[in-house]
């Protein structure tokens, strides 16, 4: 793909892979993702959970109850699967699912974030009612009365040193070490008090996606006491090197790698906190930078790293909400900091770019000035009627590559000899008789 002075650049289509119903799915607005410990992923929709095992997709459909009211899904250390619903939390079973309510007379709590501690405890919020823990098949309940910030709990999160870690709306974290509950804030260095997630690297290091940056929280608690030091958490932002400072979620990898997930697409750095100290190492994939990233949706796991190193994402596209992200083959390819295509050839003939593309979606005709200047540019004159009817008719059977098609999943020949074809009355193909998605009316 040639580019405005920034050379050549290449769309490595199968480590940008967007799943979606051409790919087999029913749905495109993915609200999570989990992995089981056959490497299975479970994919959170709206309507259905799915499950894929690289090959094949099962989906379980869900009562009418329960559409569009799960909005949290996680795999605990025993290979549980759990959702967080409108009703409470559940414990998936292909067979039958148990249900802890969370019903107070006629009122019913969202789960909202779930995970799970050492011991084998369930911990998980309930939006508005604070932090509830399951042990022996028994709801323990924490609120603001027990010491907490608040009662809205944005994330969860159990460090290596067995400490818990709550994230809020508005309300900053809260670390709940032993019995002692300590909560911290925008003066304690804190980024934002929106805190969307919470993860921690090799070196004991807990960072924070807030709502104004990365918050890095780097004390060594079992030394002393945490407000010895007056600000415990250093905030990085845009002017450190950040794409956005609107972070919704973040992935640390076993090499320190981290990924930042925000409004905008995700950020990477590839050697931890010392990216920082040079911004030009910090990568950011996104729309502007030539990757079909629009952005990372709030909710837990949307980011989410599987066992072989991959990153799926779930985005806000409503063509394609769920990404398949091969980071560890994309990371030695630098993205380009803005794309400018300046013109195209098929079979060795120029083409109007503008032209082509507003016959497709331009069903009045109108002249737009953008095609007067192509026009100029590209052939140095301006098109009659009949050379622009000409014209039209000519390629008019090619679908140019956009962001917009690289959303749809369009892949594409860029090599010169040729653009792909616009696609008629053709849902989903399958090169292997086993990828095919089979019919499923299960129901949760």
Wanted: hydrophobic share 35%.
């Amino acid at each position: 793909m040639g580019t405005y002075g920034q050379g050549v650049f290449k769309y490595y289509s199968q480590n940008i892979i967007s799943f979606d119903v051409k790919t087999g799915f029913n749905e495109t607005k993915t609200r999570g993702i989990a992995e089981d410990n056959e490497k299975g992923l479970w994919f959170l929709y709206l309507n259905e959970l799915c499950y894929y095992d690289g090959l094949k997709i099962i989906s379980y459909t869900f009562t009418d109850e329960y559409k569009d009211n799960i909005h949290s899904i996680y795999i605990d250390k025993k290979n549980n699967l759990w959702l967080g619903s409108i009703y409470g939390l559940i414990k998936f079973n292909k067979e039958k699912s148990i249900l802890y309510s969370l019903k107070q007379g006629k009122e019913y709590f969202m789960v909202y974030y779930i995970f799970d501690d050492d011991k084998g405890n369930i911990l998980f919020s309930a939006w508005g009612q604070g932090l509830f823990i399951l042990k022996n098949d028994k709801v323990i309940n924490f609120t603001t009365t027990e010491g907490l910030a608040s009662n809205q709990i944005r994330s969860i999160f159990a460090d290596s040193k067995k400490n818990i870690w709550l994230g809020y709306e508005g309300a900053g974290v809260s670390l709940i070490r032993e019995s002692q509950i300590i909560n911290f804030s925008k003066d304690h260095g804190l980024g934002d008090e929106t805190v969307f997630d919470i993860d921690e690297d090799s070196q004991g290091n807990i960072y924070f996606a807030t709502t104004n940056g990365l918050s890095v929280f780097n004390v060594d608690i079992t030394k002393g006491s945490i407000h010895n030091k007056v600000l415990p958490f250093t905030n990085y932002t845009t002017k450190n090197g950040l794409a956005n400072n609107y972070n919704t979620n973040i992935s640390c990898t076993a090499s320190d790698t981290i990924i930042i997930g925000t409004s905008t697409g995700i950020s990477v750095l590839s050697h931890g906190l010392n990216d920082f100290s040079k911004n030009k190492n910090i990568k950011h994939y996104n729309l502007t930078t030539g990757f079909p990233i629009k952005n990372v949706v709030i909710g837990q796991n949307t980011l989410f790293k599987d066992k072989k190193g991959v990153i799926w994402i779930c985005t806000g596209s409503e063509k394609s909400g769920l990404l398949r992200f091969n980071y560890p083959f994309l990371s030695n390819i630098s993205p380009i900091s803005e794309l400018h295509i300046k013109q195209i050839f098929l079979n060795g003939e120029k083409i109007s770019w503008t032209n082509l593309n507003s016959f497709n979606k331009n069903k009045e005709n109108i002249y737009f000035t953008s095609q007067i200047i192509e026009e100029l540019n590209v052939f140095g004159n301006l098109f009659s009627e009949e050379e622009k009817r000409s014209h039209l008719n000519k390629f008019k059977g090619c679908l140019l590559y956009t962001s917009d098609a690289a959303d749809e999943r369009s892949s594409v020949d860029l090599g010169g000899r040729r653009i792909i074809k616009k696609k008629k009355n053709i849902d989903h193909v399958s090169t292997n008789e086993s990828e095919k998605k089979p019919q499923s009316n299960k129901q949760i």
